[in-house]
């Protein structure tokens, strides 16, 4: 069978490698070269990104019997362009999605439903600031607290780099990793950086979610959780 699978994600990873090796005919688009570098080899992958338009175009070239969409969670504009084009060829999507962790340390969050809802509770917070969610969201807490109070961890890529850099976030401020990160590794980085503050997506456990959480909650951090984008 002819797939064309969405996602860079640990889900998307996953899925790809399996309907690989079950001898189907695989096609993955991811965003980036960094995302492509982490398929397993002998996948065909087509690397930027895509809007509807150009979703359409690949579906229409590849003519794919299936359409696999694992982006992220929080993907919400690509899920719905990813839905829409296929409906326009007749395309059948199938949604690989990621469980909620719905752990009992959800209760001692402030949950919120967006990043312009996080920045608006960071303005009512002191102290250091952990943002671990993304580089594309920068812009919307540097306008919300000063950027000297903020530590960021992005991906090790030249693109969220650049959006660090753009958004005034101190060079000396940024974390550039790629997780997931034990809840050690979090809790040194709490310490070492003295945190107060941490902004977070409820990522679920392929996210780490859980092992940043509740070193935080330990440390009396209080953690700013934005919630997950509801799903059909």
């Not at 995302?35 to 809007?51: E, F, H, I, R, W």
């Not at 003519?63 to 919400?76: I, R």
């Not at 312009?116 to 303005?123: G, N, Q, S, V």
């Not at 992005?154 to 660090?164: G, N």
Request: hydrophobic residues 40%; charged residues 25%; glycine residues 8%.
């Amino acid at each position: 069978m002819r797939i064309l699978l969405f996602g860079g994600t640990t889900e998307g990873r996953e899925e790809a490698f399996r309907l690989f090796s079950s001898g189907e005919d695989v096609t993955v688009c991811v965003t980036g070269e960094y995302a492509a570098a982490l398929l397993p080899p002998g996948l065909k992958v087509l690397t930027g990104a895509q809007d509807e338009a150009q979703m359409e175009k690949t579906m229409a070239d590849l003519a794919p019997q299936l359409v696999v969409d694992a982006t992220h969670p929080y993907a919400v504009l690509a899920t719905e362009n990813i839905r829409r084009a296929a409906g326009k060829l007749g395309i059948p999507v199938r949604r690989v999605g990621r469980p909620q962790d719905g752990g009992k340390w959800q209760s001692a969050c402030e949950r919120v439903k967006n990043a312009d809802e996080a920045a608006r509770a960071l303005r009512k917070t002191q102290g250091n600031v952990l943002l671990a969610t993304g580089s594309h969201t920068l812009p919307v807490y540097t306008g919300a607290a000063d950027p000297k109070r903020l530590w960021v961890r992005v991906l090790p890529t030249a693109e969220a780099l650049s959006l660090c850099q753009a958004a005034g976030i101190p060079s000396s401020h940024v974390i550039a990793m790629h997780g997931p990160f034990s809840a050690a590794l979090n809790a040194a980085l709490y310490d070492q950086l003295n945190i107060r503050v941490l902004v977070t997506k409820d990522s679920g456990r392929a996210g780490g979610v859980e092992e940043k959480v509740l070193p935080a909650l330990e440390r009396k951090i209080h953690v700013i959780l934005i919630e997950r984008p509801e799903e059909a």
